[in-house]
């Protein structure tokens, strides 16, 4: 008996929707206040039939539109072509260079990797992660929905709530105009959830390098999990000063962008500890090398947002610690993710297993 291979896919057209979702608890930070969610979201049709999916969360609405531009754009460049994301990132990195791969082009030519992969393992019918060299065993996740910049009585309520669906950590954001309101806040959360729950705290890069420091010596006897960006995400050498003089572990990356930028941290040990961004670190591909570079100096890589995706890419991190979940795109998601004793698995569905809700996307759309 011979064997057949599957056909091979061939790229036929993109198709964005741009929704803005309602978020259950809104977010304060100290870089902006947001009440609903701008997502962009992927179709990558096949000549074989095959779909793959994918969606980004655009921070701006500016963005939603701009990234879907740029996407619609790369689609007529590889129109036709295999789907082999390897080689299309290698193609339209060159299309690209020159208006540069970062920002709203990086994410775009993200977007369209990530729904290249999604294609390729639905047509092999595994979860994407199993497709990897993974497997489908639950991982550690933390909420990360809502604990904005709020009074501390405010915080240690949403912080309760937030661990009703299962969880056994979350994230508090700080960087309150007064560094003792930070204090008040942080020691309400601890002593409302107790010490078994991991709270992480986030800055937004809203401190300076004194600032920074001050403020996490301050927290330090309150067993928080890691501190967060800070600074500016681009100065490593501030980090490190940070991250050498405090106890609680440094945690940064959500804006590296591409996976070399992985390099420049563990090589100048800027942080303990690294979250990727599954748009800015380049898409699946991207992630992959940023993630055997993280590896080879053996630092702890988490995800940032895009839980449904990010799930995925844990399950083959070498130096796999937490996944961030957020409830965003739950209403424009037949299935969202099941959250079990605090940690949430890949669905054993096939690619991604990203099947969208008619009826939610409906309801949210704003292109
Ligand atoms: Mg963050």
Same mark, same amino acid.
């Given at each position: 008996?011979?064997?057949? #291979?599957?056909?091979?896919?061939? @790229? %036929?057209?993109?198709?964005?929707?741009?929704?803005?979702?309602?978020?259950?608890? =809104?977010?304060?930070?100290?870089?902006?206040?947001?009440?609903?969610?701008?997502?962009?979201?992927?179709?990558?049709?096949?000549?074989?039939?095959?779909?793959?999916? %994918?969606?980004?969360?655009?921070?701006? /609405?500016?963005?939603?539109?701009?990234?879907?531009?740029?996407?619609?754009?790369?689609?007529?460049? @590889?129109?036709?072509?295999?789907?082999?994301?390897?080689?299309? $990132?290698?193609?339209?990195?060159?299309?690209?260079?020159?208006?540069?791969?970062?920002?709203?082009?990086?994410?775009?030519?993200?977007?369209?990797?990530? #729904?290249?992969?999604?294609?390729? $393992?639905? #047509?092999?019918?595994?979860?994407?992660?199993?497709?990897?060299?993974?497997?489908?065993?639950?991982?550690?996740?933390?909420?990360?929905?809502?604990?904005?910049?709020? =009074?501390?009585?405010?915080?240690?309520?949403?912080?309760?709530?937030?661990?009703?669906?299962?969880?056994?950590?979350?994230?508090?954001?700080?960087?309150?105009?007064?560094?003792?309101?930070?204090?008040?806040?942080?020691?309400?959360?601890?002593?409302?959830?107790?010490?078994?729950?991991?709270?992480?705290?986030?800055?937004?890069?809203?401190?300076?390098?004194?600032?920074?420091?001050?403020?996490?010596? $301050?927290?330090?006897?309150?067993?928080?999990?890691?501190?967060?960006?800070?600074?500016?995400? %681009?100065?490593?050498?501030?980090?490190?000063?940070?991250?050498?003089?405090?106890?609680?572990?440094?945690?940064?990356?959500?804006?590296?962008?591409?996976?070399?930028?992985?390099? /420049?941290?563990?090589?100048?040990?800027?942080?303990?500890?690294?979250?990727?961004?599954?748009?800015?670190?380049?898409?699946?591909?991207?992630?992959?090398?940023?993630? #055997?570079?993280?590896?080879?100096?053996?630092?702890?890589?988490?995800?940032?947002?895009?839980?449904?995706?990010?799930?995925?890419?844990?399950?083959?991190?070498?130096?796999?610690?937490?996944?961030?979940?957020?409830?965003?795109?739950?209403?424009?998601?037949?299935?969202?993710?099941?959250?079990?004793?605090?940690?949430? $698995?890949?669905?054993?569905?096939?690619?991604?297993?990203?099947?969208?809700?008619?009826?939610? @996307?409906?309801?949210?759309?704003? /292109?």
């Amino acid at each position: 008996m011979t064997s057949v #291979a599957r056909p091979l896919l061939h @790229i %036929s057209a993109i198709r964005t929707r741009f929704v803005k979702v309602p978020m259950k608890f =809104p977010l304060g930070t100290t870089a902006a206040r947001m009440t609903a969610a701008p997502l962009l979201l992927i179709d990558l049709e096949t000549k074989e039939g095959v779909v793959g999916r %994918s969606y980004l969360f655009c921070y701006r /609405d500016s963005g939603a539109r701009a990234i879907a531009e740029v996407i619609r754009e790369a689609a007529e460049l @590889i129109n036709g072509m295999e789907a082999a994301p390897g080689k299309i $990132a290698e193609f339209l990195g060159r299309r690209y260079a020159l208006l540069g791969v970062t920002g709203v082009a990086r994410m775009a030519l993200a977007a369209i990797d990530i #729904a290249l992969w999604d294609a390729l $393992a639905v #047509a092999a019918d595994m979860p994407l992660a199993t497709f990897l060299g993974g497997n489908l065993d639950p991982l550690p996740a933390y909420n990360s929905d809502g604990l904005g910049l709020m =009074p501390a009585k405010d915080a240690a309520e949403e912080a309760i709530r937030l661990l009703e669906p299962g969880f056994n950590a979350v994230k508090l954001r700080l960087g309150h105009a007064d560094a003792r309101v930070d204090l008040e806040v942080a020691t309400a959360v601890r002593a409302a959830l107790g010490n078994d729950v991991a709270v992480m705290v986030d800055y937004n890069q809203g401190l300076t390098v004194p600032d920074a420091i001050q403020r996490g010596r $301050a927290l330090d006897g309150l067993n928080i999990y890691w501190l967060e960006e800070q600074i500016r995400h %681009s100065d490593l050498a501030g980090y490190a000063a940070i991250a050498a003089a405090l106890e609680t572990p440094v945690q940064l990356g959500e804006n590296l962008d591409g996976p070399d930028s992985v390099f /420049d941290v563990v090589a100048n040990r800027a942080a303990d500890y690294l979250m990727l961004d599954i748009a800015r670190i380049g898409g699946v591909s991207g992630w992959l090398r940023g993630a #055997a570079i993280a590896a080879a100096r053996g630092v702890p890589v988490s995800t940032h947002l895009f839980p449904e995706i990010s799930i995925h890419l844990l399950a083959v991190t070498p130096t796999a610690h937490w996944l961030e979940y957020t409830s965003w795109a739950d209403s424009i998601l037949e299935e969202p993710l099941q959250i079990v004793d605090g940690k949430i $698995a890949p669905p054993n569905r096939p690619g991604l297993g990203l099947q969208w809700s008619k009826a939610g @996307i409906e309801r949210c759309r704003a /292109d």
